[in-house]
């Protein structure tokens, strides 16, 4: 059974800056892509950064240069380093897994997994 833990949410002043994790539990980790995604009160859910089984790994133009996505695959952990973070950054943040790796497009549709979000509050 797949099971996704999201942790490291918090809030922060616009700039600063926060590391979220992604525990893995029940199936074979480094064979998925995995991803996170955003959504904000009132807006979509919106595809942050996706890395896949190669390692390969996509962002959404609006966290280019300030997230980093990464992953520990014998921890089955992966991790998001968020910085210079930006009141728009704003979101509950979701982690989710991707069993054919098709994700690398950030669509929320080609991840069938997903945890139950962690908090990001940015003020300005």
């Known amino acids: 059974q797949v099971r996704l833990v999201e942790s490291g949410g918090g809030s922060v002043q616009s700039g600063g800056s926060l590391r979220l994790s992604c525990a893995a539990f029940?199936?074979?980790?480094?064979?998925?892509?995995m991803g996170w995604f955003r959504q904000a009160p009132g807006k979509e859910r919106e595809g942050v950064a996706a890395?896949?089984?190669?390692?390969?790994?996509s962002y959404a133009d609006s966290v280019k240069g300030r997230f980093t996505i990464s992953q520990d695959n014998a921890k089955s952990m992966m991790y998001l380093q968020m910085n210079s973070l930006k009141p728009e950054d704003t979101a509950m943040y979701y982690c989710?897994?991707?069993?054919?790796?098709?994700?690398?497009?950030?669509?929320?549709?080609?991840?069938?997994?997903w945890g139950q979000g962690t908090q990001v509050t940015v003020s300005s």
């Open positions: 989710a897994a991707d069993p054919l790796n098709y994700g690398m497009g950030l669509k929320s549709t080609d991840f069938g997994y």
């Open positions: 029940g199936y074979t980790y480094s064979t998925y892509c």
């Open positions: 890395i896949d089984s190669d390692g390969n790994i």
